[in-house]
């Protein structure tokens, strides 16, 4: 039995060994591409120019390199040149083409067109992630609104209805798409509803501030406070822009305990003094200090006192014996 199974594998492996050479011997052209528009920002009806970078990355020499077919939106009359009649691409090879074409009405009103597009070779290709390509197209100048609900959802699918209650109270500020500009900013009604006015046609970024006590729940799983959205000009004037909200816990600020007053020593006797007359000028505004003590003053009227009063005595009791 061992000799049998051995003489089948012997038998699979030699049926093999064909189809791998027959692989090795036919490998396949690694096709790169990639594109950039010859402008930052186009008028509506201007003509572009895509520059499109193609690289052989294999050892294989590429045979008739050619478009095989994209999309396009916002753009007309778009001239493909050499991706339409095809060229040969050495292996490592390096090569540069021109598309062009012109911007419409549609680009003006989203703020920008796009072209994409994909190439193959004729001897095929050995890597479809890197052979597809696209190029937005900006046109700027354009201006509309934008408005939309934040309403009380419990997970990021929930669904809008005219019933459903709003958040009141979000903030909501509108960016470039990069976050880099700040366009304009909004806080919901009672309703939940928000408008952002004179946004730019083309992707801005909107992010949301939620009072305390909710939480925001956009993108895709609920996990962030902001969503990408477009605006278009000459657009419907409804809200377009729905976002849940859900009810969280509001988290009471901790306090720290505050420490025990340490006991103080008790003062000496000079600072005693110092204390009271500290207090005793704190109390009030206290008599002029002159610099003479006033307690010689008042001794010295005391004596005279005594000494006037003796004196009184004295001559009354001579005015007496003289009457007598």
Request: proline share 6%; aromatic share 6%.
């Amino acid at each position: 039995m061992r000799t049998l199974a051995a003489a089948a594998l012997v038998g699979v492996l030699v049926a093999a060994l064909p189809a791998t050479a027959a692989l090795a011997a036919d490998p396949k052209p690694d096709i790169a591409v990639t594109s950039a528009a010859d402008k930052a920002n186009y008028a509506e009806g201007e003509t572009f120019t895509i520059t499109v970078t193609v690289k052989n990355k294999s050892s294989v020499d590429a045979k008739h390199v050619h478009y095989t077919g994209g999309d396009s939106e916002g753009v007309d009359g778009v001239a493909y040149g050499e991706l339409s009649t095809g060229f040969d691409l050495a292996a490592g090879a390096t090569k540069t083409v021109q598309i062009t074409g012109k911007t419409n009405h549609v680009a003006w009103r989203s703020g920008y067109g796009f072209v994409a597009f994909a190439l193959a070779a004729d001897n095929g290709e050995a890597n479809d992630a890197d052979n597809i390509t696209s190029v937005r197209l900006l046109v700027a100048g354009v201006f509309d609104d934008l408005g939309g609900y934040v309403f009380q959802g419990g997970s990021s699918g929930a669904e809008w209805t005219p019933r459903t209650p709003g958040v009141p109270g979000v903030k909501v500020v509108a960016t470039s798409a990069d976050g880099k500009t700040k366009y304009a900013e909004a806080i919901t009604d009672a309703k939940g509803l928000f408008r952002l006015a004179h946004l730019p046609a083309g992707d801005v970024l909107l992010t949301f501030t939620a009072p305390a006590g909710w939480k925001i729940l956009a993108g895709e799983n609920g996990e962030d406070d902001h969503t990408l959205a477009q605006v278009r000009a000459d657009d419907s004037d409804e809200p377009r822009i729905f976002v849940p909200a859900k009810k969280v816990a509001v988290s009471s600020p901790s306090v720290s305990p505050s420490p025990s007053p340490s006991p103080s020593p008790s003062p000496s006797p000079s600072a005693s003094a110092s204390l009271s007359a500290s207090a005793s000028s704190s109390a009030g505004p206290g008599l002029p200090v002159t610099g003479t003590n006033t307690m010689l003053f008042v001794g010295a009227a005391a004596v005279a006192v005594a000494v006037g009063t003796v004196l009184v005595l004295v001559a009354r009791r001579r005015r007496v014996r003289l009457q007598a």
